[in-house]
């Protein structure tokens, strides 16, 4: 299923391949909301695959995502797991 909803739209004066060249974002974007949706967290077993956009955008998240727990502590919304634990273990 489509699950980026978007995509990124670079300036009107931008060739057709940087829209190429954004692409993996899709996929980063979409994690980033499904994780914070909590949507592993409500569905345990659920297994979320993504396709098309490559997984060299993956090690940039996860450094995102503990940077941002370092400076936002939001355990309370991931009980006994963080978004890296659920992204690991759902995607």
């Given amino acids: 299923m489509g699950s980026s909803s978007q995509a990124i739209v670079p300036s009107k004066d931008s ?22 949706a909590r949507v592993p967290l409500r569905f345990p077993k659920i297994k979320i ?12 998240l996860i450094d995102r995502i503990e ?10 919304d991931f009980g006994d797991f963080s978004p890296i634990d659920l992204l690991l273990r759902n995607f």
């Fill in 67 to 76: 940077s941002m727990q370092r400076v936002l502590d939001d355990s309370d």
């Fill in 49 to 60: 695959a993504l396709s098309e956009g490559g997984i060299g955008w993956v090690p940039m």
């Fill in 15 to 36: 060739p057709p391949a940087v829209l190429g060249a954004l692409f993996p974002i899709n996929g980063m974007e979409t994690t980033a909301d499904w994780l914070f």
